[in-house]
Structures are given as C-alpha cells and as structure tokens.
C-alpha cells in the first residue's frame, strides 16, 4: 500500500486542521491504518488507529482527535480540535493488518506531513 499524507500547515492553538492520507491499494478496506507522529528530537509516537468501526488513540490526543476512513475513497482522515503546541511534529499514516499502537506492525508508511501549532 503506498500512501501520502496532506493537510499539516501552520495553525494558533486551539485551532483545528484535517489530515489525510490517500492510498492506493484495492487491499486498502482490509488493512488497519494508523497516525503516528514525531516531534522534533523525539521517538516517533501513536497517536490512533481504525479497523472497522474501532477505533483508538493515545492518551495525550483522546477527545480532540477523530480518525476516520472512506474506503470508497481509500482516504484515512485525521481531524485534530483544540490543538496545543506539543501537538506539533510531523505526521505519519501507516497502513497494517494488526490493530496495534506499535509502529513496528505497520508494514507501509506515507512520507509524512508537517503540523506546527503556534502558542
């Protein structure tokens, strides 16, 4: 599955903005997509993942972001509310057939897209 992630820029905290990643690949529907990120000087980190109907995040993220996927589309969306500054790095969708938070089960990633957040 090749993948490019969109949709990072330059937001004031509290600010919103939408990722997403288009794949290619008919195997898109059955893999487990993923958001990981990396900040600057840091281990890359999870942020969530979707299968199905499930969903899940990391702690830091839960309750201002929201993953999504039209597979009629073959797009994972990441809608990020109420953005703070540590939110900011560079993020990462991956694809995999393991619903997991650890990066090491994601067999495809995409290139990575910039998210900076302003206090």
């Known amino acids: 599955v090749q993948l490019q992630a969109s949709g990072g820029g330059l937001v004031q905290a509290g600010g919103s903005l939408r990722l997403s990643c288009a794949a290619s690949a008919r195997a898109f529907s059955r893999s487990v997509m993923g958001w990981f990120r990396q900040a600057p000087g840091q281990e890359r980190e999870f942020v969530a993942a979707?299968?199905?109907?499930?969903?899940r995040y990391s702690d830091s993220v839960k309750g201002r972001f929201t993953i999504s996927r039209d597979n009629a589309e073959n797009t994972v969306y990441l809608q990020m509310n109420s953005l703070k500054p540590e939110d900011s790095a560079v993020y990462y969708c991956a694809a995999g057939m393991l619903y997991s938070i650890k990066e090491n089960d994601y067999r495809s990633w995409g290139r990575g897209t910039l998210v900076t957040v302003s206090s």
């Open positions: 979707i299968t199905g109907p499930y969903t």
